[in-house]
């Protein structure tokens, strides 16, 4: 990939063709890629017959179509039904709007339905009649093949769908643009097994040309053409998918395609989907946005909005790393906080969930933690209560020896999501420790530690000192946050009876170890030293309890490194960010998962520590986002026995299958129940396109 003045330039072979297109799962796509050929098989003649199918590869992403772009390859057509029939054609189809929808199948040739599309046609199948949501009958003569540019254009009279349509409710038809509505004639006898007709395709200056030159051996003809398509490609808004596409209707032969060369200039496209949470279903149309790659995509609130009046409240916001969770598109309409991510890539992914539950009352509570010592839970909880978008007054208390920050909300909008994209339930209140009053006479005020109302645990008086000593070893300081290594319990008191446990926490990756902040400390009637500590891990559903666990430095240790290295991997899926101050504010830039940092020095701050890199900046000492040394970062791998693609690291949803000796780029590694308190997660690697498994029973690292 390369920058230079006509955008980001993007050249696709072989080599990497599996890292800029997908064949989707779904709507009978029958389109598979072979690695080792290079061949895209479209339609295959042991597809069961008389059946609508559209075999399909999609870019991931974008093309501006203001920009020059050139497509080089060669098509092979096996007649099926005992070498009688060569299904529909293949279809090099450029389109607006979402670059992974799938078009009618037969003589729509994968892009019937979709409105505004348009291109190059080799077409197969003479059709002597319309079909509605497909394509206008084919003028010319009768029963040749023939190459052609063609555009989709809106036909409300056709009016009766076939029942295989993947678009049944469409007026947009496949329309040919050659002279006098006549396009250029071919004979059958151009193809067949072994018979590769070679095209080429390119645009500038928004004019289309096409040349498609049969095969030598049987003495080589070339067909070519020019199309005007500045109509189709707006100023305003160049950019377009490309998609290749075959389609049978009833009759299977063996279609295959394959790419020699691709050269455009990229887009970046995010996808915003609305989806409910409990079915995974849409909602409502999916929002393309499209744009530069140097660019920010910006998602305009106004839909969510539309879901607020249907009844529907925004729960949750997954999305890629960049995405901007400060000011994260709040679930009501009119913000000016609308939430933004880069165009780093050429297709990303923004998925809001939603649930129906908007005239349902919400309950937040609210948490009061001495800032001075470690965030400590004092006074009692209070809670907020009310509808989805309704603002409460937030209520502060009255805690002796205490005066309330300054910077305190005293309102809150429920609904509201936090800053990583999830409906915040908790709203936490800081105090700071009163300055005693002096005057001329001599007086004393002990103010005893508030005690948690929270009963959740309430730890057994010892008669052992809780107090640590140099036999308890490694210990965390009152305040610290730490982390599990192995499985442990949270029990209500210091004794650990299997009776008064309050949660469990499974053993997780490094990346995903649960944590807690460190309140207090209690020992057993052994003497053993324990946390008595708060969960802090805010997806969970253990998030705010307290309780007591171990301070066995084989199971519990500090979050924070506690001494200097000289280099750091990051191991964060979302990467770390580096900072001008140890305060970690003033953002300067994002570092991606597997960037080996240099470092200067080590600083603590409060309770943490930091990392001063080269150039005077910081960045986090936190075990769960980097690592001491060097560590190599997987950049491709090859699938050993064929998998599927998903959706997400969950494996929620199937993509599309991979065959075996695909080369796959890694973008990263991550882990699925991420937030799952008893479920440890197995490894995943992001391709494009989606998530793979990192088995190594199915693939193995080659770069």
Do not use: C
Not at 278 to 286: E, G, S, V, W
Not at 462 to 478: E, I, L, R, Y
């Amino acid at each position: 990939m390369a920058d230079d003045d006509s955008g980001t330039l993007i050249n696709v072979n072989k080599d990497n063709f599996n890292q800029y297109f997908t064949e989707p799962s779904g709507n009978n796509n029958t389109a598979k890629y072979d690695p080792n050929t290079g061949i895209i098989n479209m339609v295959q003649d042991d597809s069961p017959k008389w059946t609508a199918q559209a075999g399909m590869s999609l870019l991931n992403g974008v093309i501006d179509m203001s920009k020059n772009f050139s497509m080089q390859g060669d098509i092979e057509i096996t007649p099926g039904f005992g070498g009688t029939t060569y299904s529909d054609g293949v279809l090099f189809a450029f389109r607006p709007g979402d670059p992974t929808q799938i078009g009618n199948p037969g003589s729509g040739m994968g892009v019937g339905g979709i409105p505004n599309a348009f291109g190059v046609t080799l077409d197969t199948a003479y059709y002597a009649f319309d079909e509605a949501g497909r394509s206008e009958k084919d003028p010319g003569t009768p029963s040749n093949p023939y190459v052609s540019f063609f555009r989709n254009i809106e036909r409300p009279d056709f009016t009766t769908h076939n029942a295989a349509d993947i678009l049944p409710t469409s007026d947009w038809v496949k329309h040919l643009l050659s002279d006098s509505n006549s396009p250029q004639g071919l004979s059958y006898n151009d193809f067949g097994n072994g018979k590769w007709i070679h095209f080429n395709i390119s645009l500038k200056n928004k004019v289309m040309t096409y040349t498609f030159t049969t095969d030598a051996a049987d003495g080589s003809r070339t067909y070519t053409a020019t199309h005007d398509f500045s109509e189709q490609i707006s100023d305003e808004n160049p950019n377009m998918s490309l998609a290749i596409s075959s389609g049978a209707q009833s009759s299977q032969a063996n279609v295959n395609v394959k790419i020699d060369s691709l050269t455009f200039s990229a887009q970046g496209v995010v996808n915003v989907e609305y989806l409910d949470e409990d079915t995974n279903d849409k909602i409502a149309d999916t929002q393309t946005l499209n744009g530069s790659l140097t660019d920010t995509a910006t998602i305009d609130p106004t839909e969510i909005q539309t879901l607020k009046d249907k009844g529907y409240r925004l729960v949750k916001v997954e999305a890629p790393a960049g995405y901007n969770y400060d000011t994260a598109t709040l679930p009501f309409g009119g913000t000016d906080a609308k939430s933004s991510i880069p165009f780093d890539d050429v297709l990303q992914q923004v998925k809001y969930y939603f649930k129906k539950d908007a005239a349902t009352p919400m309950t937040v509570n609210v948490i009061h933690e001495d800032a001075d010592n470690g965030n400590k839970v004092i006074g009692k909880t209070d809670t907020i209560t009310g509808n989805f978008g309704d603002t409460k007054a937030v209520p502060s208390q009255s805690i002796s020896g205490y005066t309330p920050a300054s910077s305190n909300p005293t309102s809150f909008r429920l609904g509201t999501l936090d800053k990583d994209g999830t409906t915040q339930e908790t709203i936490v209140l800081y105090y700071h420790k009163s300055t005693p009053a002096t005057g001329g006479g001599s007086s004393s005020t002990t103010t005893q530690p508030t005690q948690p109302t929270n009963n959740q645990w309430a730890p057994t008086t010892s008669q052992t000192p809780a107090t640590p000593t140099a036999s308890d070893g490694t210990v965390a300081k009152k305040g610290e946050a730490v982390y599990s290594l192995k499985k442990i319990y949270m029990y209500k008191n210091n004794t650990f009876k299997k009776s008064e446990r309050i949660a469990s926490y499974a053993k997780k990756p490094r990346v995903n170890r649960p944590m807690f902040v460190v309140a207090d400390y209690a020992r057993s009637q052994q003497g053993k030293l324990r946390y008595v500590v708060r969960d802090v891990n805010h997806h969970s559903k253990t998030y705010g309890k307290q309780g007591v666990i171990t301070a066995n430095w084989s199971y519990v240790r500090p979050v924070y490194y506690q001494s200097s290295h000289k280099t750091l991997t990051v191991i964060n899926p979302r990467g770390i960010n580096e900072y001008k101050n140890k305060d970690l504010t003033g953002k300067v830039r994002n570092y991606k998962q597997g960037t080996q940092l240099k470092v200067k020095g080590f600083v603590n701050h409060n309770l943490t520590t930091r990392y001063l890199l080269s150039n005077g900046h910081y960045v986090t000492g936190n075990r769960k986002l980097v690592i001491a040394g060097k560590y190599k970062q997987p950049k491709q791998i090859k699938v050993k026995k064929s998998l599927y693609r998903y959706n997400d690291a969950n494996f929620d949803k199937r993509i599309n299958k991979i065959k075996r000796g695909t080369v796959l780029t890694v973008k990263k590694w991550d882990y699925s129940h991420q937030y799952s308190t008893s479920n440890f997660g197995a490894k995943r690697y992001q391709v494009a396109g989606g998530y793979v498994t990192a088995n190594n029973k199915y693939v193995e690292v080659v770069k």
